[in-house]
């Protein structure tokens, strides 16, 4: 539904192919201007390396002033890629539309995540969780067994799930990533653009605990196994910023953010930063080629940032 200046509107649904661009919405009925639906977001459209550094080793990446809604870089961002764990941002965004922090969520036999190098909480068929403690071990220890959880406990299978997630995207204007799995691990289909990537994790930061969890470190929890007793989870960020391993330039706070690696993405970062006058940031890098690549790219990034 579309509104003009003068209050009427117009019926038009959105269609991921429509022929109707938003340049031919401003002639339609009586001159009346029909808001477009970037207003209030930054647009990349092609890339813009001007000014910025040389990341040859990166097959995408970007960097948004959120407040002034400015594309500060911007390389190969809206080619589709392998997003391996960023996948989990829109994980957590749909648990968190979907779900309250409160609901208890039992692990089926589908938590025996078998992939080679797959990140796991070690969740065991029958363990209970909150979705609350779900989240957070989807957000800072990158378990695939808890997308897994997380995913059935929310839509009751994880198709379903995976349905809701390309459902949010195309409602969020995301329409160049498609979704296979609540994890990110490598299937044909499932794909995303760095450009889709800073939409979903703009929308994502409207959560108050999205914020929370991607700020902390660490995170500790008591569980419910399956012959209700206690379970102790422990983990640490998987995010070399936050654990001080890597720094920022001197003028940027990195406030947050989520990791993936897998072998067919590479090394993969999506992060909100704060310049020293406060203006928010999202960056995005995929496929970098190593891990000390990557903080040493992410860096270089956002050193564009005044």
């Not at 378990?143 to 195309?170: H, K, P, R």
């Not at 910023?241 to 690696?261: D, H, I």
């Amino acid at each position: 539904m579309l509104t003009g200046c003068g209050g009427t509107k117009y019926d038009m649904p959105y269609e991921e192919q429509g022929s109707v661009s938003s340049y031919q919405l401003f002639n339609i009925a009586n001159r009346e201007t029909i808001e477009p639906f970037a207003k209030d977001l930054c647009v990349a459209a092609k890339d813009v390396t001007a000014g910025g550094p040389d990341l040859q080793q990166v097959g995408a990446a970007a960097l948004f002033d959120t407040k002034d809604l400015e594309t500060l870089y911007a390389k190969n961002a809206n080619n589709q890629m392998n997003p391996a764990s960023l996948t989990k941002v829109m994980t957590a965004l749909v648990a968190l539309k979907h779900g309250s922090p409160d609901d208890i969520y039992t692990a089926s036999e589908n938590v025996l995540v078998k992939e080679s190098g797959a990140v796991l909480c070690g969740i065991k068929p029958g363990d209970k969780m909150t979705m609350d403690q779900a989240v957070h071990a989807l957000l800072i220890a990158s378990g695939n067994d808890v997308a897994i959880l997380i995913a059935e406990g929310v839509a009751g299978s994880v198709e379903e799930f995976v349905a809701l997630m390309n459902q949010e995207a195309q409602e969020i204007g995301a329409t160049n990533c498609h979704f296979m799995n609540p994890n990110g691990l490598t299937e044909e289909g499932h794909y995303v653009t760095a450009y889709d990537l800073y939409l979903i994790f703009q929308e994502a930061l409207k959560y108050e605990l999205f914020n929370q969890i991607i700020q902390m470190n660490s995170y500790s929890t008591v569980y419910t196994a399956s012959n209700g007793s206690e379970k102790t989870l422990e983990v640490e960020n998987s995010n070399l910023f936050l654990r001080g391993t890597y720094t920022a330039p001197a003028n940027v706070t990195v406030v947050g953010g989520k990791t993936g690696t897998t072998n067919a993405a590479g090394h993969c970062l999506i992060l909100l930063s704060r310049s020293s006058s406060g203006t928010p940031y999202i960056s995005v890098i995929l496929k970098d080629e190593s891990r000390e690549g990557l903080y040493t790219d992410m860096g270089k990034l956002l050193s564009v940032i005044k």
